[in-house]
């Protein structure tokens, strides 16, 4: 993304024709939307539409996304929110589609324009970039539908809210609501219009947070602990802080686990890069990636260390991918985060 998910993401729903399961932040992408409607409105028998979005994401529930809502109950889907005010946990910032119980659509960049743009690419375009894995591995799907399935668990859920028009926060947009269908540029010249596709046998494994994101023997450090002398790791964040924890913190005393570890690799003697974003969204200061930047570049110095930060906005709107390239041993692992 921006260069083709759209198109991905789209083929993927007019090709449904029993059942389709969203999970994500947000929904904002008119035409994406209006598709999952006429699916709705032209399979027979009816196709089950359900779709979980956050309760309470960044800048709010725009009328846009309350439009979008309205649409696909009107045409008969189900629209879950988790309720922001009593959550059962933080956010729901990962994102998986489900199509007919076969085909898992999982990655990095909202269902909204900014991303998943419309366009005729062919001029170029604009956008933030994004990254969306396509499978048909029966372990896979199977995995991302059970997951969907305890989420939204009504009767054991009570952090569920289902649309309703009279709802005074997840309900109808105001009277005579348009939404807007704006998506395009020709900043950016989008090279990546063709996905890439590759058939054959992977190792691959699914991490969900906050249940098992931070294993130190799988997942993104158990990747990270394995990289070493002669092997190169390339880093793509949003948003990488410091440290975490307060604001008044500091690395000594709240570091940041995921920085530690890349410098770890690079004191192991890896070639390590990082490539944050240098306008990032959703209201997070500039300055923290700056800051993060610096820190890095000090280290690099004082220490000698195989290891560089950039700040960058190559798309023109951003980073939204946040994933990690390793090369161990002769191999290459793609890691890709919400």
């Not at 920085?259 to 944050?276: H, I, M, S, T």
Request: include cysteine; glycine fraction near 10%; proline fraction near 7%.
């Amino acid at each position: 993304a921006p260069d083709s998910a759209y198109e991905v993401v789209r083929a993927e729903i007019d090709r449904a024709t029993e059942s389709l399961y969203y999970a994500g932040h947000t929904l904002t992408n008119v035409d994406l939307a209006e598709a999952i409607v006429a699916r709705l409105r032209s399979v027979r028998p009816p196709m089950t539409v359900t779709l979980l979005l956050d309760g309470a994401p960044e800048g709010g529930i725009t009328d846009q996304q309350r439009w979008i809502c309205q649409q696909i109950e009107d045409a008969g889907g189900q629209v879950y929110y988790m309720d922001g005010a009593r959550p059962r946990y933080g956010a729901i910032v990962g994102r998986t589609l489900i199509v007919d119980e076969r085909v898992l659509l999982t990655g990095a960049g909202e269902l909204a324009y900014l991303t998943m743009r419309a366009d005729d690419k062919t001029d170029g375009t604009v956008g933030r970039r994004g990254a969306w894995m396509v499978t048909d591995a029966p372990g896979a799907v199977a995995h991302a539908l059970d997951v969907f399935g305890q989420d939204v668990d009504p009767t054991h859920h009570r952090d569920l809210v289902r649309w309703s028009a009279a709802h005074p926060e997840y309900g109808a947009p105001p009277p005579g609501f348009e939404p807007s269908r704006d998506s395009g540029g020709t900043l950016y010249s989008a090279p990546y219009t063709v996905p890439l596709t590759i058939d054959g046998a992977f190792e691959m494994e699914l991490i969900q947070a906050p249940e098992n994101s931070l294993n130190s023997q799988a997942g993104l450090f158990g990747l990270v602990a394995r990289v070493g002398a002669g092997d190169r790791m390339w880093v793509v964040q949003s948003h990488e802080p410091l440290h975490w924890g307060p604001a008044q913190g500091n690395p000594e005393t709240d570091p940041n686990p995921r920085l530690e570890a890349y410098l770890a690799a690079a004191r192991r003697g890896a070639q390590v890069k990082l490539l944050l974003d240098r306008s990032p969204p959703d209201g997070r200061p500039p300055t923290a990636n700056q800051e993060t930047c610096a820190h890095v570049r000090q280290l690099a110095a004082a220490e000698e260390l195989d290891i560089d930060c950039r700040l960058a906005t190559p798309m023109g709107a951003g980073l939204g991918t946040n994933a990690l390239l390793v090369w161990d041993d002769g191999k290459g692992h793609v890691h890709l985060g919400s």
